[in-house]
């Protein structure tokens, strides 16, 4: 049973940072592309991040490009999602996901997730 259990969200003042988790069970999270996304109170689910599984490399949209990075532990079978200069307007549910899909950065949103998690809180506020 494919598994992505998200965590690290909570409560920051703007300017902190934040090391959000996704840890995979049932699913070799090295073999596939991982996606993060969040989704703001009234407003629609953003595409944040990607790692790709056949180059390696990372996208991120250009709201959080240089402040978010995007990382792979093979040994823990987890990706991370180091968040620093927060501002209130990164405020969001935010969820990994999984096309199941080997594909480079380039087109990691291209194709509907598979495996969703169920998303960890992110909290801006002074």
């Known amino acids: 049973q494919v598994q992505l259990v998200e965590s690290g969200g909570g409560l920051v003042q703007p300017g902190g940072s934040l090391r959000l988790s996704c840890a995979a069970s049932?699913?070799?999270?090295?073999?596939?592309?991982i996606n993060w996304f969040r989704q703001a109170p009234g407003k629609e689910r953003e595409g944040v991040s990607c790692?790709?599984?056949?180059?390696?490399?990372?996208y991120y949209a250009d709201s959080v490009k240089g402040r978010f990075t995007i990382s792979r532990d093979n040994a823990k079978n987890t990706v991370y999602l180091q968040m620093n200069s927060l501002k209130p307007e990164d405020t969001a549910v935010y969820y990994c996901?999984?096309?199941?899909?080997?594909?480079?950065?380039?087109?990691?949103?291209?194709?509907?997730?598979?495996?969703w998690g169920k998303g960890t809180l992110v909290t801006v506020s002074s």
């Open positions: 996901a999984t096309a199941l899909r080997r594909v480079a950065s380039a087109a990691c949103f291209y194709y509907g997730m598979q495996y």
């Open positions: 790692i790709s599984s056949t180059d390696g490399n990372t």
């Open positions: 049932g699913l070799p999270l090295d073999y596939y592309t």
